[in-house]
């Protein structure tokens, strides 16, 4: 067990092994993922994510997960609450709303992505063009591919490296070229897109955990 982890954290990752002991040879990259996005988190950046079809869905599962609460309470700051209660429906807002981690998904803007796939006469470049919008060198991207060789992905891999931030790929077992280039290459087990799907929900739900965990650890 690593032994950088706080108490609330190592629970998480306990839960985690408990439920897919299968999964327990993704530890070590696992733990590697949770750095990186301490690092991006503490020094104010955001997690960039991107996926096609069901990876896709994942994508945007994450960014979901991490902009409000997961798992525990989230207050946020007193100095935001008060600020909040000299404005229009501020008693409400300081009451309810939860500190977010930011997380964006790639492709949720249609309009760009449309546009984009309109005008430029490269195929599939429509990832890389908002990360290069979005990305700075505090910042984390996951690409997530069953196969590893999502062309779309790997091009917005290449921007986030371009510019200094972390280039992690979420793949099945091979990792395909993807894990090649990443800078943090997970891969997941299961021998049809189904069970390697399945692994990445057990793992993406737990790396939420462990990085709610490290900044909110009062369950809810």
């Known amino acids: 067990m690593p032994a950088r982890l706080n108490p609330v954290e190592k629970t998480v990752l306990d839960d985690f092994l408990a439920r897919r002991p299968d999964l327990e040879a993704t530890v070590p990259t696992l733990m590697r993922l949770h750095d990186a996005l301490v690092r991006c ?10 996926g ?23 207050p946020i700051p007193a100095d935001l609450a ?3 209660r000299t404005l229009p429906f501020g008693d409400a807002l300081a009451e309810n709303l939860e500190a977010g981690l930011p997380a964006i998904a790639l492709g949720c803007n249609g309009a760009f992505k449309t546009a984009v796939e309109n005008d430029s ?30 062309r779309n992905c790997r091009m917005a891999m290449s921007v986030a490296q371009a510019v200094g931030a972390a280039a992690v790929s979420l793949t099945g077992p091979d990792g395909g070229e993807m894990a090649a280039t990443a800078s943090i290459a997970l891969r997941a087990p299961g021998d049809s897109t189904k069970a390697v ?4 929900i057990a793992l993406y739900h737990t790396f939420c955990a462990l990085i709610e965990a490290h900044y909110f650890p009062e369950m809810r």
Do not use: M, W
């Open 41 to 50: 988190y503490d020094a104010g950046g955001k997690l960039l994510l991107c």
């Open 121 to 150: 006469p490269l195929r599939d470049v429509a990832f890389a063009q908002e990360a290069l919008a979005l990305i700075r060198p505090e910042d984390v991207l996951i690409a997530i591919s069953t196969s590893g060789n999502a």
């Open 82 to 84: 008060d600020r909040l």
């Open 52 to 74: 096609n079809g069901g990876s896709y869905a994942d994508a945007v599962h994450i960014a979901g997960e991490l902009c409000k609460s997961f798992e525990r309470r989230r």
């Open 197 to 200: 799907q399945e692994a990445h």
